[in-house]
């Protein structure tokens, strides 16, 4: 056999799936308990289990999705971290920026979070002007007394970001070459390679992040691929990025920031997938799990935003545009001044929903559900997890219907409409606020939440088709087997399109592109495998951000006219207008070189159209308002051929997940297993 692996590891579950290449067949679907404290535990054990199953030589590709990045700043699990920074530019973290985005008129808006204090932040004497030109020798003997009084005060980490270095990054280098050369075992964050743009807060308190949760994360990193080669030692290990490609632990040791948003993009990828597969071009993905849902709005190709913000702390990197609430299976319902409440709290693995027995007292989604006859009242995961329909009502009505004064029936339904609210709208910020219809998309659910309240919010967005895939509660871990090695330079040059020469332009994306060549060339893919991709970050003169625009080639002055007309349109997409008469500046260059992976293909299987409906496995009690009781047939997805079609309300059952059919809803069988529901 050779298999490829597909590892996500989620908050309250880690999803496996396993691709035998020569078959081309899915080979296992597998779900473990998440222990966040131990993460590389359940690494071994699932390693351990595969090793057994198909032996030490039939791996040769695993593919890991972590939230290691992610928990560790919403954790507050760093190091002590130091910075040297260019003199008279020690309070440029401390200060940041006045906007306040969406907390704009709230007086008592919290400040970013700092993650070091000012004693811990050190002016050195050196200075560039904006081109890269040394205006001031670096002061090395400074950068050495630095380095000793970080030392000194317990430092593991020093960040390192000096005036202008994404133009002329020979200072920081040298800097880092004297850190290096006082205590080896320091890590070292230097800007130029974490974030070499333009914006000094941004890119100063990106620097001190990645240097904040550089030596836990790389050290994980490092664990998780000694451990996967210790059972597979054939294999290659590739970590999933946040911009939806992957890269080796190699190519994250000295930025792992570009780890964190790792986890939710490998299902927007299998979703981009999907919709190829489907011929479908536009597609909002929607990944719910135990504790938040992910939606991703991909009009064609992912969308992408350079900055997210992660515990109150901004970070700016390249990733997939994602839309994060606190919204899953495990949130929790409260009732607080008489208003019900759900989420973004969650009940987590541990313990988990009432219903699991493990603990929990908190009535979360999952034992609404339960209550409501939407999940098995008896088991779930085809019986591996047993769950109580007793805990699950006594949570609900002791927590949310005494206090509410409500029946437990007209409290579970409450929650769930309450959650779905909460979904639909951040749906709508991604869609119609940015201009997207979003009549004109199909809804691709999946996680083990996912198709189950899908159809709950279809009806709000005027969405009219959901796509559920094959194994949707693993579908992130499938995501990976179909994404591609990802190397991204940028380049930040302010200058006017309508002055640019087509040889200048072309000529600083083929030196960013030869760059970013090479680095996948030292990961050993064939020049014949690799291609690259090119963005522009775009404004118009005197605004204050840029929208990313796709760049093709630019060897002609009507070549550079058609990409101003793209940054219009972009622009009148993003914020609902543009003017054509205003000069554009391009400010940033990307380039992105893509190792391609082969995929795996499936095969399609004709679809016979069958005129009676197929035998429910059994009738079971579900409610779909507050009050009446519905008698539904609930169905086995693995004995549903192509062509089978059910009416709703129907329930559809499998082991990684369920799907809902709610009334006046109809759900059919494809060619490739997937469930269409319109």
């Not at 504790?291 to 969308?303: C, E, I, K, N, Y």
């Not at 935003?305 to 609430?325: C, F, G, N, Q």
């Not at 579970?412 to 606020?433: H, K, P, Q, S």
């Amino acid at each position: 056999m050779k298999l490829r692996i597909g590892i996500d590891v989620g908050g309250t579950f880690t999803d496996v799936t396993a691709f035998d290449e020569d078959a081309g067949a899915l080979v296992a679907i597998r779900k473990y308990l998440s222990n966040p404290s131990q993460p590389a535990a359940v690494m071994d054990e699932i390693t351990r289990d595969l090793a057994v199953d198909f032996g030490a030589g039939s791996v040769s590709l695993i593919l890991h999705g972590s939230t290691a990045a992610l928990n560790t700043m919403l954790e507050g699990k760093g190091v002590r971290v130091g910075l040297i920074t260019t003199r008279g530019f020690r309070d440029v973290y401390e200060i940041g920026r006045q906007w306040r985005g969406d907390e704009v008129f709230n007086i008592f808006a919290p400040a970013p979070k700092m993650l070091l204090t000012r004693d811990r932040i050190h002016e050195v004497r050196g200075r560039l002007d904006f081109s890269g030109k040394v205006i001031e020798e670096l002061d090395e003997d400074a950068v050495a007394t630095a380095t000793r009084r970080l030392i000194a005060d317990g430092v593991k980490a020093i960040a390192v970001c000096f005036l202008f270095a994404y133009a002329n990054p020979a200072h920081e280098r040298a800097a880092a070459k004297i850190i290096r050369g006082i205590s080896p075992s320091l890590y070292v964050s230097l800007s130029h390679e974490v974030n070499p743009e333009w914006r000094e807060y941004e890119r100063t308190a990106s620097t001190v992040a990645n240097a904040y949760i550089g030596p836990p994360v790389s050290r994980y990193l490092r664990e998780l691929e000694g451990l996967s080669l210790q059972r597979f030692p054939h294999s290659r290990v590739l970590m999933m990025k946040s911009d939806g490609g992957a890269a080796s632990a190699r190519m994250l040791a000295q930025t792992p920031i570009e780890t964190v948003m790792s986890g939710p993009v490998a299902g927007v990828i299998g979703g981009r997938h999907l919709g190829d597969i489907k011929r479908i071009e536009n597609v909002i993905t929607f990944d719910t799990g135990g504790t938040s849902s992910d939606m991703a709005v991909l009009p064609g190709r992912p969308q992408f935003k350079s900055e997210v913000s992660v515990a109150r702390h901004p970070l700016r990197t390249h990733t997939v545009d994602i839309e994060t609430i606190g919204a899953g299976g495990g949130s929790i319902a409260s009732v607080d001044l008489g208003v019900l409440q759900v989420g973004p709290q969650s009940a987590g693995a541990n313990p988990g929903p009432a219903c699991y027995g493990s603990g929990g007292r908190e009535p979360t989604l999952t034992d609404a559900l339960v209550v409501l006859g939407h999940l098995s009242p008896t088991a779930l995961l085809e019986g591996a997890m047993p769950i109580s329909s007793a805990k699950a009502h006594e949570a609900v009505a002791s927590r949310v219907a005494q206090p509410l004064g409500l029946t437990p029936i007209e409290a579970a339904w409450g929650i769930l409409t309450v959650l779905a609210t909460n979904v639909t709208m951040a749906m709508r910020t991604i869609t119609i606020e940015r201009g997207y219809d979003p009549r004109e998309f199909t809804l691709v659910p999946f996680g083990g939440m996912g198709p189950t309240i899908a159809g709950r919010i279809i009806a709000e967005l005027g969405i009219g088709r959901i796509l559920i895939p094959r194994d949707p509660g693993t579908f992130s871990a499938f995501g990976m087997l179909v994404t591609d090695v990802h190397q991204t330079r940028s380049l930040t040059r302010i200058m006017r399109l309508d002055a640019a020469s087509p040889a200048e332009l072309e000529r600083i994306f083929t030196e960013m592109e030869e760059l970013a060549l090479a680095d996948l060339m030292q990961e050993k893919f064939a020049r014949k495998r690799l291609t690259t991709l090119r963005s522009a970050g775009m404004r118009y003169r005197g605004q204050s951000y840029e929208v990313s625009v796709p760049v093709s080639e630019l060897r002609s002055a009507a070549e550079i006219t058609a990409l101003g007309k793209r940054f219009h349109e972009a622009h009148r997409r993003r914020y609902g207008h543009m003017a054509e008469s205003e000069a554009v500046e391009i400010v940033n260059f990307q380039v992105t070189a893509i190792g391609e992976i082969p995929k795996p293909q499936f095969s399609e299987t004709k679809v016979v159209l069958q005129t009676q409906p197929p035998a429910p496995h059994e009738m079971r009690a579900a409610y779909f308002s507050e009050t009446n009781e519905t008698q539904v047939p609930v169905f086995h997805r693995s004995t549903l051929t192509p062509g089978a079609a059910i009416e709703g309300p129907a329930v559809i059952e499998e082991k990684t997940s369920t799907t809902v059919l709610y009334p006046g809803q109809r759900a059919r069988i494809d060619g490739y297993l997937n469930i269409e529901i319109e």
